[in-house]
T-cell receptor, first 113, second 116 residues
């Protein structure tokens, strides 16, 4: 069955450092991979989308890579700030309009001063 | 510009009861999806509505049903509630793009459903 794995343990990072979060998947050939941020008691907020034929995508301090051979995506936040503390979810989907998302369990990021 | 709104924010029910959750999509969006998020887990896809019809469904029993109205708002109904139905129920809206595009989902803040 399809499986998406994210680090279940929280990631603790010092302010100013680069945070790197991992998303691995098996038994899946996604056309799209998305990253969302979720704060406690709130719904997920879209951050970045990358397509299967793209290797890398950037948006301000965020960077995502997508390696379909390794079946892995890396999500980087450079110059981390305490305000970046949240749970980050990766989500996969196939072709088709507004396709259903299959989410990982998320990784909690804590950025300390 | 209002985003996705869900009601109620919290709900407490007992086993065997029925519940209806409501969602208004972001302005301009025509597709609504529902997700269930258990504590400490990622959201799980329940189903998706477009043009008032269920278009895709996840691995959820028939106790879970939905509806979409002509104004694109949607309802999620759950019958014969079980303790395991306790979760955060999220509604997400998007604009149905072209065949090979994929649109980001805009989520509401969910309804926290507790079953006693």
């Amino acid at each position: 069955s399809q499986k998406i794995e994210q680090n279940s343990e929280a990631l603790n990072i010092q302010e100013g450092k680069t945070a790197t979060l991992t998303c691995n998947y098996t038994n899946y050939s996604p056309a799209y991979l998305q990253w969302y941020r979720q704060d406690p008691g709130r719904g997920p907020v879209f951050l970045l989308l990358i397509r299967e034929n793209e290797k890398e995508k950037r948006k301000e301090r965020l960077k995502v890579t997508f390696d379909t051979t390794l079946k892995q995506s890396l999500f980087h936040i450079t110059a981390s700030q305490p305000a970046d503390s949240a749970t980050y979810l990766c989500a996969l989907s196939n072709t088709g309009t507004a396709s259903k998302l299959t989410f990982g369990t998320g990784t909690r990021l804590q950025v300390t001063l | 510009d209002a985003g996705v709104t869900q009601s109620p924010t919290h709900l407490i029910k007992t086993r065997g009861q029925q519940v209806t959750l409501r969602c208004s999509p972001k302005s301009g969006h025509d597709t609504v999806s529902w997700y269930q998020q258990a504590l400490g887990q990622g959201p799980q896809f329940i189903f998706q509505y477009y043009e008032e019809e269920e278009r895709q469904r996840g691995n959820f029993p028939d106790r879970f049903s939905g509806h979409q109205y002509p104004n694109y708002s949607s309802e999620l109904n759950v019958n014969a509630l079980l303790l395991g139905d306790s979760a955060l129920y999220l509604c997400a809206s998007s604009l149905r793009g072209t065949t090979y595009s994929n649109q980001p989902q805009h989520f509401g803040d969910g309804t926290r459903l507790s079953i006693l």
